[in-house]
Nanobody, 121 residues
Framework: QVQLVESGGGLVQAGGSLTLSCAASGSIFGINDMGWFRQAPGNQRDQVAVIESDGTIRFGDSVKGRFTISRDNAKNTVALQMTSLKPEDTGVYYC???????????????WGQGTQVTVSS
């Protein structure tokens, strides 16, 4: 069974920084993309940043220049470093990974349980 476990959310003032971490565990054969999405109340879940297995990175337009994403392929982890945070960054942040488990060797989307990030003005 594959799981994604996030940590690092919380309350921060505007202009501050926060780092989110996510670890994938379980019977993992391979991982393609890893990344982060966020959802504000009443809104859809939007891509924040995604990093492919070869290191290629895609950012959502609203976070370019402020957020950084990194991954450790040996440890199956991904981290999101958030700086210059704005109130509009508030939301539930979900870790995402495209993982092939040993059960079927086929890639599936997996999601973490979500971690709340609140940026106060």
């Amino acid at each position: 069974q594959v799981q994604l476990v996030e940590s690092g959310g919380g309350l921060v003032q505007a202009g501050g920084s926060l780092t989110l971490s996510c670890a994938a565990s379980g019977s993992i054969f391979g991982i393609n993309d890893m990344g982060w999405f966020r959802q504000a109340p009443g809104n859809q879940r939007d891509q924040v940043a995604v990093i492919e297995s070869d290191g290629t990175i895609r950012f959502g337009d609203s976070v370019k220049g402020r957020f950084t994403i990194s991954r450790d392929n040996a440890k199956n982890t991904v981290a999101l470093q958030m700086t210059s945070l704005k109130p509009e960054d508030t939301g539930v942040y979900y870790c995402y990974a495209d993982i092939a488990p040993y059960t079927d060797y086929r890639f599936h989307d997996y999601w973490g349980q979500g971690t709340q990030v609140t940026v106060s003005s």
